[in-house]
């Protein structure tokens, strides 16, 4: 496969571009160098150890993950430092994060008492506390503590409860929140040290609002994920150009059912289903007027009116995804190219790990 070009490979196919990639993770580590917090990239968008090792070696702190299997696939793969930002109940997930903990620094999210005591109940007799997080709403309306405080309360019952140290607050912020955060969180801060005497990490995060994180300057590291390739629904929102885009998803045409109608063989098991307010399913890159109006499994539905130049049966496109983050999860390799020449392929390491 080394040498081929792209546009021979079988469809449908999810290409990773690796010179928008070196540039995307290298503006993103300088922003954050620049602004003296610590940046910790989230592995669920490229699922990929070896990605993270450029991320490292650019300068991050750490990696952040969403769920415990794909914590264990990092963990050995060698990553010492991992965030995990998902509220754990399971004693049996509470026991893998504690096999973990030999091998790596893990910590952990809560928003709740019922999360606290199931992790105490979980690190029972451990030689080293777990380090916790509270986590705090700041607008996004999500998982989160729902005032300052709030977070002082669970930061208190953490610093009580046996096998966890309260380590500090985190947040997943809605984009464009950034005086809300500040407000929040400094107040937050404050709270916790009154009641407890300590709060070290105060961790922000998210690629829309990446650009304004320095708006935020209670935040002592960032997390971001799908910064590393983007997509489309970052495109619409301007925080980046199509050309930031590393992610694309080969397709072929394989009918022309009417003069102004395309059928791609990649439906929702390849582009995924995510609409995220937009219109259509994608980007056509060449077609930008074109619009994929609907997707079944196998089968992309492009309507081209408003396309002067048309895309022919047999003839190959690139799509940028409205989501990249869920394609990765889709396919069990993805092809790496520099100037559309393929360089290798890759097996998704942590594809389907949900659990």
Do not use: W
């Amino acid at each position: 496969m080394e040498g081929t070009a792209i546009h021979d490979l079988e469809t449908p196919a999810v290409l990773i571009d690796l010179d928008v990639v070196e540039v995307n993770i290298q503006h993103a580590q300088s922003l954050f160098d620049d602004l003296g917090i610590g940046f910790r990239p989230h592995i669920k968008t490229h699922k990929l150890p070896f990605l993270a090792e450029l991320q490292m070696k650019q300068g991050a702190i750490g990696i952040a993950a969403q769920k415990v299997s794909e914590a264990e696939v990092f963990v050995a793969a060698g990553f010492t430092d991992i965030l995990l930002c998902f509220n754990l109940l399971s004693p049996a997930k509470i026991a893998r994060v504690r096999t973990m903990t030999d091998q790596a620094h893990m910590t952990v999210v809560v928003d709740n008492l019922d999360v606290v005591r199931a992790l105490s109940g979980g690190m029972a007799g451990a030689a080293v506390p777990l380090d916790v997080l509270v986590e705090c709403d700041t607008g996004m309306g999500r998982c989160g503590v729902q005032s300052p405080e709030d977070a002082a309360d669970l930061a208190l019952a953490i610093s009580a409860a046996p096998g966890l140290r309260f380590a500090g607050l985190m947040t997943d912020p809605a984009p464009g929140a950034a005086a809300r955060v500040q407000a929040f969180l400094a107040a937050a801060r404050d709270l916790c040290i009154a009641a407890v005497g300590s709060c070290d990490v105060i961790s922000g995060g998210g690629t829309p609002s990446l650009m304004d994180a320095g708006l935020s300057p209670i935040l002592t590291e960032y997390r971001a994920g799908t910064y590393i390739y983007n997509d489309r629904s970052l495109v619409e929102r301007g925080a980046c150009t199509l050309a930031d885009c590393a992610l694309t998803v080969l397709a072929t045409v394989v009918s022309r059912p009417t003069a102004t109608r395309a059928i791609l063989d990649s439906g929702s098991k390849s582009l995924t289903s995510d609409l995220l307010g937009l219109d259509g399913y994608g980007t056509i890159l060449g077609y930008l007027q074109a619009r994929i109006m609907g997707l079944s499994e196998e089968h992309g539905n492009v309507d081209l009116t408003d396309c002067i130049q048309r895309p022919v049966v047999g003839q190959k496109v690139q799509i940028v995804p409205n989501h990249a983050c869920p394609v990765s999860n889709l396919v069990d390799r993805v092809v790496f190219h520099r100037s559309g020449v393929v360089l290798r392929e890759a097996d998704v390491a942590a594809r389907g790990c949900v659990t």
